[in-house]
């Protein structure tokens, strides 16, 4: 009878279990290397996106409140709308108001003025000394500012100011208003002083739209793509 032998490995028991340690820390440590050339790219990515963008003088579309301070500029267009449009702004006022001191016939508007004022009294114990001061001011024969206004008109007003209420210059202020929308407000859209405004104002707005000219459906749609790409 032959007799066949088995032969099998001796297991080293107290052999140290590092080798699997150091398989997984080199894993490891690949995986951190990885990591690390992934946020390079991405950061190389951003440069040149930004360096892109300030090329086109543009800005990475983050959402954020309008500047208004870059806004162009609209309202002197439309204080050639009326004269009312003019009036509703204070810068329109202001510069209305200077034509008209130029012309040495600001009486008008400064009446207007004082009515729109007077308009907003609170207390009733200050409408008859402020009304009694806008009539010798503005209405009375041989007021140092008397506007041009019809007998009839002044005679309604000196009656409603005995006993003042917030409208008692309204008949007045409309006859003042026509005057200035018939005779003024025309001279004034073609003076140099508003045609010089507009001007500038075209200018600036122009100059803005070149800035946000990038801003255009492909140009932003692109951005956003190559901004998305690097995420």
Known sequence: MQTVLFLFPQLNLSAPKEEPYRIIKQENQEGKGENKHRHKEKRNRLSLLLQKAESREIFIPFPSKPDKTNAPLEEPSKWGVSLDQLLAQKSGLGLFRTFLQSEYSEENIEFWMACEDYKKTKSPAKLASKA????????????????????????????????????????????????????????????????????????????????SQSFTSTGLLQTQAEFTAWL
């Open 132 to 211: 009694k001061k806008i009539y010798s001011d503005f209405i009375e024969t041989d007021a140092p500012k008397e506007v041009n206004i019809d007998f009839h008109t002044k005679e309604v007003t000196k009656k409603n100011i005995l006993q003042p209420t917030l409208s008692c210059f309204d008949l007045a202020q409309r006859k003042v208003h026509m005057l200035m929308e018939k005779d003024s407000y025309p001279r004034f859209l073609k003076s140099e002083l508003y045609k010089d405004l507009l001007k500038q104002t075209q200018v600036e707005n122009h100059g803005y739209r070149r800035r």
